[in-house]
């Protein structure tokens, strides 16, 4: 049974930062593909940082350019996000993604693209 686990959210003040973790199980994590979304009431899921099964690949929304980082280790079976610089905006829960690739440097960027999900972790930006 594939599992995926946040931890690290939390409360911070604008400017701040945070590191968000997603360990998996039940799964072979080299062969995945893995993602982070995010989702604030009212909105929809947006994706926020992909990665390809090697770490060669990465894509970031406009909205965090710059201030988040995404990586993985796939010795220890977990995908990162580092967040800088935080803001009031980016306030939602975070979601961690993953789906098998073929390839080793496709990264996903539609939720409906990905198989298995975490239970997400609430960040809240106080300004």
């Known amino acids: 049974q594939v599992q995926l686990v946040e931890s690290g959210g939390g409360l911070v003040q604008a400017g701040g930062s945070l590191r968000l973790s997603c360990a998996a199980s039940g799964l072979t994590f080299g062969g995945y593909a893995m993602g982070w979304f995010r989702q604030a009431p009212g909105k929809e899921r947006e994706i926020v940082a992909a990665i390809s099964r090697l770490s060669g690949r990465t894509f970031y929304g406009d909205s965090v350019k710059g201030r988040f980082a995404i990586s993985r280790d796939n010795a220890k079976n977990t995908a990162y996000l580092q967040m800088n610089s935080l803001k009031p905006e980016d306030t939602a829960v975070y979601y961690c993604?993953?789906?098998?690739?073929?390839?080793?440097?496709?990264?996903?960027?539609?939720?409906?693209?990905?198989?298995?999900w975490g239970q997400g972790a609430q960040v809240t930006v106080s300004s």
């Open positions: 993604a993953g789906r098998v690739s073929t390839d080793l440097w496709t990264y996903y960027l539609v939720p409906s693209e990905y198989s298995d």
